[in-house]
C-alpha cells in the first residue's frame, strides 16, 4: 500500500486537570523526512510525542499511522507499529553491554547467539554510519554513545518512525554534528525523523520541515527553506523580539574572587574539582562552559561554602581592599562576616527556594536572621516580594502564592530578584535561563548585565554555548573537573569551545 | 472511510484527575459525606451481626460518650490528652522527622511524674510538687526525644525504628519500677497513688475537676501555635523539614534544629504524661500511654497540622471511642467491637482525602472549555 504520511495526528487533544496541554492538534510527518517539532518549554511537545510513543493516551482526536487509524495503548502498541522514541533521559542498564541492551524485551530463541547478533547489530550501526563497538558496557560509554546505542536500540527493533527528545542537550557541538550527519543517512533510508527542540539554529540546520506549537496549540508548518531565526522565533513566541544581547567593555575591572590550586571530592571520593585557578572581577560576566557534570556545580558551591575543599584556597577581595579566605568557611560563616555573595544556584525549588512556601517565605530565608528577638518579621520580607513582583513583572495571583504554582520563568525571577536585592559584590548563578521561554531569558540577560554594570562579579555557568558567547567577558571551560581553557567571550569560536569540553579533552585528562 | 472523528480514541474507561483547587465549603461536604458513608457501613455491619436496629446502637454510642455528666467529663479528659500529644508531635513531623516514639515519651514523663507523687508526696507544699512534677515530665519526655534526635543528627540513623523501640525501653522501665512502686504488695499494680492525701493529684479549678487540665492543655496549644506560625525558630522547622538543601544554601544549623525542636517535642509529650496520671489515672502501668501516642499521629497527620482541626478530630476518636465501649456491653458485643466502627469510619475520613485532592473523569466527559 502507498502512502505519503508516515503519521497524521487529526484534532488531538490532551488535557491535564483543568490544564489544556495539547489543543485541538493536527499535522503530518511525511514519509523520509527530518521534522522538528518547535515550541518553548511547556509548549507540549513531549507531551504530544508522548502520546506517539503510548505513554499517554489523547482525550479527543484520532491519530493514523501510514494512513490507518491506529490505537495507540501502551509504548508496546507503538513499537509494533513502527514507532521509536529517543527519550532525554536514557533508558538502558549500565553493566549490559550495548548489544545486551539492545536485545533487552524482545523476544528470541532460547539460546542466544550473541556472536551472531553482535554481527548483526554492527552491520545495522554501519548502515547508517554510527560509530558503535556493540560489545562495549555502557558504563564505559560517554553521553554521545550512550544515545548510539538507544537510537540502534530503536532502529533494531524496525522503527520506521523515530522521535528524539531534545537530543543535543548533553553534546557537544562535534558531537551534535556527527548526529546529524547518522540522522540525514537514516533520512536517506526513507525513515521519518521528528526531533523536539527549541534551538532555532539546529532546527534551521537539519531539519525539512518545522511544526510550531505555542501554549499547547499548533501555529503552524512551515519549509524550513522559506523559514529564519526570526521568522520562526515569532512563530513561537507570537510577537517580534530582538534576539540580541547586550554587551558592553567591562569597566574598570577588580580582582574579586581568586581560586587557588582547589581540588574537592564527592560522597564517593572522587575528585570533582581538580587542581582548579582563576580568577574573577568585578564589572564583568565570567562564563563557565562545559558537558554536565564537569564540576560546575562544585565550583560555584565552594566559593559559596557548600562544598568542602580538600585543598587550594579561595580568597575574597572585598572592594575597600581587605582580603578574606573562603575556603574551610561555611555559608553561615561568610554571611556572618558581611560579604554580600549571592548564589543562584541550578536547583531553584529544592534549594534556592522553597516550593511550598509562599513568595514572602520566600523573601525570609535570606533576611530572617538579622531581626533581632524570638519572632520573625514578616514585614520587610512582605515588602521585598511585593517590589520583585512589580519590578520584574512576576505573573502570580499575590505574594501568598507558593512558588512552586509559578512558572519556571517566574520562579527565576523571585529567586534572582531575591538575591539581586542583598546588593551582591560576587554573583554566582548556575544554568540562569535553563527552562525558561524566550522573553523570560532575555529579562534574565538583562539583569544579570545590570549587576555586570553595577561592578558585579558575575560568575555564569551555562549549557547554551552560543548564549554564553554573546553574553560573557571571558569563557571559563571544564573538563573533568579540570579547567581546559580560558578565552576572551568576543573573539573565541563556537568550534574551539567545543573543542576544549569535547570527550576526547576529557579523556585526556583522565576521566572516564 | 474519512469520517472526522473526534471522540476519543481508545484510553481507559475513567481517569484521575488532580483538582486545581477546591472551595473550603465544598472540602468539608465531601468529609461529611464520608462520614454518613462510613455510618451507613457500619450500620449494616450492625445488622448483620447483631440484628439490632443500627439507630438504637448509634444512640448507645451518644449515651456512652457524653450521656451523664461524668461520661461527659471524662471524654473531654481523654480528648485533652489526645490534643497535647497531637500537638507535640506537631513540630517533630513539621520538621519531616518521623516521631512515633510519643507513646515513650509520655510513658517517661507519667513514670517522672508517679515517682514524685510516690517520694515526695509528702515532704512539701502541694503547688510546689505539682510543679516539680510538670518540669519533671518534661525533661524526662525531653531526654526520650533528644536520643533519636542527637543520633539522626550526628550519624543520620533512621528516626523512625530509633525512636519505635524506645517506646519499648520506656515500657521496660516502668514495668521494672512497678517492681517496687506496687501498692498493695503482691498486686503487681501500682495502685492510685496518695489516695488519702490527693498529694500531687491536679486541683479542682472553677468547681470543676478537669479544669487544669482544660488550661494546661489550651495553653500548650495556643502557644505552639504561635510558636509554629510567628516564630524564626518555628520557621526554621519548616524549612528544614521541606527542604534540607535549603536550609544548607541559607545557612540554617540543621543538627541543632534537629535536637532543639525533637527536645521540644519529646518535652510535651511528656508534660502529656504528667496530665495522664496527674491530672486523671493517679497511676502508672505499662499502658499508660494506652496507645494514645499512636493515635495522635492520625489526629495530627488527618488535621493537617491546624490545631482547631486536631481539637476536633482528637474530640470525635474518643466520642467513638467511649461511645463503642458502650454498645460493647450494651449488645453484649466485644470491646473490638468499637475499633471496628472507629476503623471504618476512619477509613471514609482518610480515603475522603483523596476526592478532595483528586477527581474521577468518565471517558468521553466534555467539559465547557475551550
Same mark, same amino acid.
Given at each position: 500500500m502507498e502512502y505519503e504520511n508516515a503519521i497524521e495526528l487529526r484534532h488531538v487533544t490532551k488535557r491535564f486537570g483543568s490544564v489544556v496541554a495539547n489543543s485541538d492538534i493536527s499535522l503530518t510527518v511525511r514519509k523520509g523526512e527530518i521534522l522538528s517539532i518547535l515550541g518553548e518549554n511547556g509548549s507540549g511537545k513531549t507531551t504530544l510525542m508522548n502520546m506517539l510513543s503510548g505513554i499517554y493516551s489523547p482525550d479527543e482526536g484520532s491519530i493514523l499511522i501510514r494512513g490507518k487509524e491506529a490505537v495507540i495503548r501502551s509504548p508496546k502498541d507503538s513499537f509494533a507499529l513502527g514507532i521509536g522514541m529517543i527519550h532525554q533521559h536514557f533508558k538502558l542498564i549500565p553493566v549490559l553491554s550495548a548489544a545486551e541492551n539492545i536485545i533487552l524485551g524482545l523476544p528470541g530463541a532460547q539460546r542466544l547467539n550473541m556472536a551472531l547478533l553482535t554481527q548483526e547489530i554492527g552491520a545495522l550501526a554501519e548502515t547508517y554510519g554510527f560509530e558503535l563497538n556493540p560489545a562495549q558496557k555502557i558504563y564505559n560509554m560517554s553521553v554521545s554513545q550512550k544515545q548510539t546505542v538507544e537510537i540502534v536500540k530503536v532502529l533494531y527493533r524496525g522503527a520506521e518512525v523515530l522521535i528524539l527528545d531534545e537530543p543535543t542537550a548533553v553534546l557537544t557541538p562535534q558531537e551534535t554534528q556527527k548526529l546529524f550527519d547518522v540522522l540525514r543517512n537514516m533520512k536517506r533510508a526513507g525513515k521519518s525523523i521528528i526531533i523536539i527542540t527549541h534551538k532555532l539554529r539546529e532546527v534551521l540546520e537539519l531539519s525539512d520541515r518545522v511544526a510550531v506549537l505555542r501554549k499547547g496549540a499548533y501555529i503552524g508548518t512551515v519549509e524550513t527553506a522559506e523559514a529564519s531565526a526570526s521568522s520562526l522565533t515569532e512563530m513561537m513566541v507570537g510577537e517580534r523580539i530582538s534576539l540580541d544581547i547586550c554587551r558592553d567593555e567591562p569597566q574598570t575591572p577588580e580582582k574579586r574572587i581568586e581560586m587557588r590550586g582547589v581540588t574537592c571530592r564527592d560522597k564517593e571520593g572522587v575528585a570533582v574539582l581538580k587542581d582548579v585557578s582563576f580568577t574573577a572581577y568585578g564589572g564583568e560576566i565570567l562564563g563557565i562552559a562545559g558537558i554536565a557534570g564537569s564540576g560546575q556545580k562544585e565550583l560555584l558551591e565552594s566559593i559559596a561554602g557548600l562544598q568542602e575543599t580538600e585543598n587550594g584556597e579561595i580568597l575574597y577581595f572585598s572592594p575597600e581592599g581587605t582580603v578574606e579566605k573562603l575556603s574551610g568557611m561555611k555559608s553561615s560563616e561568610i554571611s556572618n562576616l558581611h560579604i554580600s555573595l549571592a548564589f543562584v544556584p541550578e536547583d531553584r525549588l529544592g534549594m534556592g527556594l522553597v516550593g511550598s512556601m509562599d513568595l514572602t517565605d520566600n523573601m525570609m530565608l535570606r533576611s530572617y536572621q538579622e531581626s533581632r528577638g524570638f519572632f520573625a518579621d514578616r514585614k520587610k520580607p512582605r515588602k521585598l516580594a511585593m517590589d520583585i513582583v512589580e519590578q520584574l513583572a512576576v505573573a502570580t495571583p499575590g505574594v501568598d502564592t507558593p512558588v512552586r504554582r509559578l512558572s519556571g520563568g517566574n520562579v527565576q525571577k523571585v529567586l534572582l530578584g531575591r538575591e539581586i536585592a542583598s546588593n551582591p559584590t560576587v554573583l554566582l548563578v548556575a544554568y540562569p535561563v535553563r527552562g525558561l521561554d524566550i522573553n523570560s531569558s532575555y529579562t534574565i540577560y538583562h539583569l544579570l548585565n545590570e549587576q555586570k554594570k553595577k561592578g558585579v562579579a558575575v560568575i555564569c555557568v551555562g549549557e547554551d554555548l552560543d548564549v554564553l558567547l554573546e553574553l560573557c567577558d571571558r569563557i571559563m571551560v571544564l573538563a573533568g573537573g579540570k579547567v581546559t581553557g580560558t578565552a576572551d567571550a568576543r573573539t573565541i569560536t563556537k568550534e574551539e569551545v567545543g573543542l576544549m569540553m569535547s570527550d576526547s579533552g576529557r579523556r585526556a585528562l583522565g576521566h572516564g | 472511510m474519512a469520517e472526522e472523528t473526534t471522540q476519543t480514541a481508545g484510553g481507559p474507561f475513567f481517569r484521575v484527575v488532580k483538582r486545581s483547587g477546591i472551595s473550603t465549603p465544598r472540602a468539608w461536604l465531601i468529609r461529611l459525606a464520608a462520614v454518613c458513608c462510613g455510618l451507613i457501613v457500619c450500620a449494616l455491619i450492625i445488622v448483620a451481626i447483631t440484628k439490632q436496629n443500627p439507630l438504637s446502637v448509634y444512640a448507645g454510642i451518644i449515651d456512652g460518650a457524653v450521656g451523664t455528666n461524668r461520661r461527659l467529663w471524662v471524654t473531654i479528659r481523654e480528648s485533652l490528652v489526645l490534643l497535647i500529644i497531637a500537638v507535640g508531635l506537631t513540630p517533630a513531623f513539621k520538621m519531616r522527622f518521623w516521631n512515633i516514639g510519643a507513646e515513650g515519651q509520655v510513658l517517661m514523663?507519667?513514670? %517522672?511524674?508517679?515517682?514524685?507523687?510516690?517520694?515526695?508526696?509528702?515532704?512539701?507544699?502541694?503547688?510546689?510538687?505539682?510543679?516539680?512534677?510538670?518540669?519533671?515530665?518534661?525533661?524526662?519526655?525531653?531526654?526520650?526525644?533528644?536520643?533519636?534526635?542527637?543520633?539522626?543528627?550526628?550519624?543520620?540513623?533512621?528516626?523512625?525504628?530509633?525512636?519505635?523501640?524506645?517506646?519499648?525501653? %520506656?515500657?521496660?522501665?516502668?514495668?521494672?519500677?512497678?517492681?517496687?512502686?506496687?501498692?498493695?504488695?503482691?498486686?503487681?499494680?501500682?495502685?492510685?497513688?496518695?489516695?488519702?492525701?490527693?498529694?500531687?493529684?491536679?486541683?479542682?479549678?472553677?468547681?470543676?475537676?478537669?479544669?487544669?487540665?482544660?488550661?494546661?492543655?489550651?495553653?500548650?496549644?495556643?502557644?505552639?501555635?504561635?510558636?509554629?506560625?510567628?516564630?524564626?525558630?518555628?520557621?526554621?522547622?519548616?524549612?528544614?523539614?521541606?527542604?534540607?538543601?535549603?536550609?544548607?544554601?541559607?545557612?540554617?544549623?540543621?543538627?541543632?534544629?534537629?535536637?532543639?525542636?525533637?527536645?521540644?517535642?519529646?518535652?510535651?509529650?511528656?508534660?502529656?504524661?504528667?496530665?495522664?496520671?496527674?491530672?486523671?489515672?493517679?497511676?502508672?502501668?505499662?499502658?499508660?500511654?494506652?496507645?494514645?501516642?499512636?493515635?495522635?499521629?492520625?489526629?495530627?497527620?488527618?488535621?493537617?497540622?491546624?490545631?482547631?482541626?486536631?481539637?476536633?478530630?482528637?474530640?470525635?476518636?474518643?466520642?467513638?471511642?467511649?461511645?463503642?465501649?458502650?454498645?460493647?456491653?450494651?449488645?453484649?458485643?466485644?470491646?473490638?467491637?468499637?475499633?471496628?466502627?472507629?476503623?471504618?469510619?476512619?477509613?471514609?475520613?482518610?480515603?475522603?482525602?483523596?476526592?478532595?485532592?483528586?477527581?474521577?473523569?468518565?471517558?468521553?466527559?466534555?467539559?465547557?472549555?475551550?
Open positions: - | 514523663g507519667g513514670m %517522672a511524674a508517679a515517682a514524685l507523687m510516690i517520694y515526695l508526696g509528702n515532704t512539701m507544699p502541694n503547688w510546689l510538687l505539682l510543679m516539680l512534677i510538670l518540669l519533671a515530665s518534661m525533661a524526662a519526655g525531653m531526654i526520650w526525644g533528644l536520643m533519636p534526635a542527637v543520633f539522626k543528627a550526628c550519624y543520620g540513623t533512621n528516626e523512625t525504628l530509633f525512636t519505635l523501640m524506645l517506646n519499648y525501653v %520506656a515500657i521496660q522501665i516502668v514495668n521494672f519500677c512497678i517492681v517496687f512502686w506496687e501498692n498493695p504488695s503482691g498486686s503487681n499494680t501500682v495502685g492510685i497513688i496518695n489516695s488519702s492525701t490527693s498529694k500531687g493529684w491536679l486541683p479542682e479549678l472553677f468547681g470543676l475537676t478537669y479544669g487544669w487540665n482544660v488550661v494546661i492543655v489550651m495553653a500548650v496549644t495556643l502557644l505552639m501555635y504561635i510558636y509554629m506560625k510567628h516564630s524564626k525558630q518555628g520557621y526554621e522547622i519548616s524549612v528544614v523539614g521541606e527542604s534540607q538543601n535549603t536550609a544548607k544554601y541559607v545557612g540554617i544549623n540543621i543538627k541543632k534544629v534537629i535536637i532543639r525542636t525533637m527536645m521540644i517535642s519529646g518535652a510535651i509529650c511528656g508534660l502529656a504524661g504528667a496530665i495522664i496520671v496527674s491530672g486523671g489515672s493517679h497511676t502508672i502501668s505499662t499502658s499508660t500511654g494506652g496507645g494514645r501516642g499512636f493515635t495522635a499521629i492520625i489526629v495530627a497527620w488527618m488535621s493537617k497540622f491546624n490545631p482547631l482541626v486536631m481539637l476536633l478530630v482528637s474530640a470525635f476518636l474518643v466520642f467513638m471511642q467511649k461511645g463503642a465501649i458502650q454498645i460493647a456491653s450494651q449488645y453484649g458485643l466485644n470491646e473490638n467491637a468499637s475499633d471496628i466502627i472507629t476503623g471504618i469510619l476512619l477509613f471514609f475520613l482518610i480515603g475522603s482525602e483523596f476526592f478532595i485532592n483528586y477527581k474521577l473523569e468518565l471517558r468521553g466527559t466534555k467539559r465547557g472549555t475551550k
